[in-house]
């Protein structure tokens, strides 16, 4: 799964929890610092303890899990989102350890998918017990020290709903179920899954300005998801062919004279110059409808928007540059290319900040 911003995996931690039937792989808790529990023996599925946000016996050294959580999740952020994680540098200390803790839930979503421990129903049960522990989360259990962020998230911003982090459950499973897309209409249900999700999820933790309810908000952060997910699928072709996948829609392929066969061999010709262009013009319609939606968002949380909005807006760029191959050539955003966008996004929220007074509301 191709999720905006990268993949997703994580950790495991506390003396007192357990991680389910060996499921939700703990290699990454190593790789990041989190410390790991053995299941108990003789463990089922569902039998490894967890921790209640509320249990007594735990609230004495919940304290320093959560720290240590928040730390892994920062790190798993940092590691597989880079861009993404800049803009959180942005945001008030608590909204960004929100967001880290929503980001790492994503990657390790995804990771189920992209980094599969058994065969397809083997899969389809771990991400049964998922969905499931997502349930036990929102009730404000954690089976680990990455799972207690979330929990301490979903506490901390009670109008976060759980339907988008269960949609992008069902987004994993369209990758088990299909490796082809007929139309856009198709493609677009995808995105949203596994992208326009994220903005959901992240949307109550960004806030929005003073006069602007949430469902006025909604519709640009949607916009911004698939905008991100386009840009990575249009990134990722050549690489996601060479894994047997297309994303790009079939009748559009069609259109523009392209066959399957072509872009699973990687074949550039004039046909497929033009189709890209057409993929291209509407990513930036998505960035464009996208852009409308800063002024509404709370002020610390314009800044980190506009600039993973204007940083994946030049891959975009480069994808370009390349001569539209991206079967050959990666098309990526420069950490020199990075901090000298800065400055103009910056710019930019003040201008967002100008036309937020001139509706009559606070910046």
């Not at 389809?124 to 954690?142: C, N, Q, V």
């Not at 057409?278 to 314009?302: M, N, T, V």
Request: net charge positive; glycine share 8%.
């Amino acid at each position: 799964m191709r999720l905006s911003g990268s993949s997703i995996a994580c950790a495991l931690v506390l003396g007192l929890l357990a991680s389910p039937s060996g499921s939700m792989r703990s290699l990454p808790a190593a790789r990041f610092g989190g410390r790991q529990f053995a299941r108990p023996a003789g463990g089922s599925a569902n039998g490894g303890r967890m921790i209640a946000s509320t249990e007594p016996k735990v609230s004495a050294g919940r304290a320093a899990a959560l720290s240590e959580g928040y730390e892994v999740c920062r790190k798993i952020t940092a590691s597989y989102a880079k861009t993404f994680y800049l803009g959180t540098r942005f945001m008030e200390p608590k909204r960004a350890k929100a967001i880290w803790a929503v980001y790492a839930w994503c990657r390790r979503t995804d990771d189920i998918v992209d980094a599969p421990r058994g065969g397809v129903k083997y899969l389809k049960r771990e991400i049964e017990i998922w969905g499931d522990r997502l349930e036990r989360i929102w009730a404000g259990e954690a089976f680990d020290v990455v799972d207690l962020p979330l929990v301490e998230t979903v506490r901390q911003y009670p109008e976060m709903e759980i339907q988008p982090y269960k949609d992008m459950i069902e987004g994993m499973l369209m990758d088990l179920k299909q490796d082809r897309y007929e139309n856009f209409d198709d493609l677009y249900v995808y995105c949203y899954r596994v992208a326009g999700t994220v903005g959901l999820m992240t949307l109550p933790v960004m806030g929005t300005a003073d006069g602007v309810t949430y469902e006025e908000a909604v519709e640009p952060a949607l916009a911004l998801g698939i905008a991100l997910q386009l840009t990575n699928i249009l990134r990722d072709v050549g690489e996601d062919a060479r894994r047997g996948r297309i994303y790009l829609p079939k009748d559009e392929l069609a259109r523009f004279g392209i066959s399957e066969e072509q872009i699973l061999a990687g074949e550039m010709d004039d046909n497929y110059t033009r189709m890209m262009q057409f993929q291209i013009a509407r990513a930036r319609d998505y960035f464009d409808k996208s852009e409308d939606g800063i002024s509404k968002l709370h002020p610390s949380a314009r800044m980190p928007v506009r600039a993973s909005l204007d940083l994946y807006r030049k891959i975009l760029e480069r994808i370009e540059s390349n001569g539209y191959d991206n079967f050959r050539k990666r098309a990526y955003v420069s950490k020199i290319e990075k901090f000298l966008t800065l400055p103009s996004s910056y710019l930019k929220c003040r201008q967002a900040d100008d036309e937020a007074k001139r509706l009559g509301r606070s910046p």
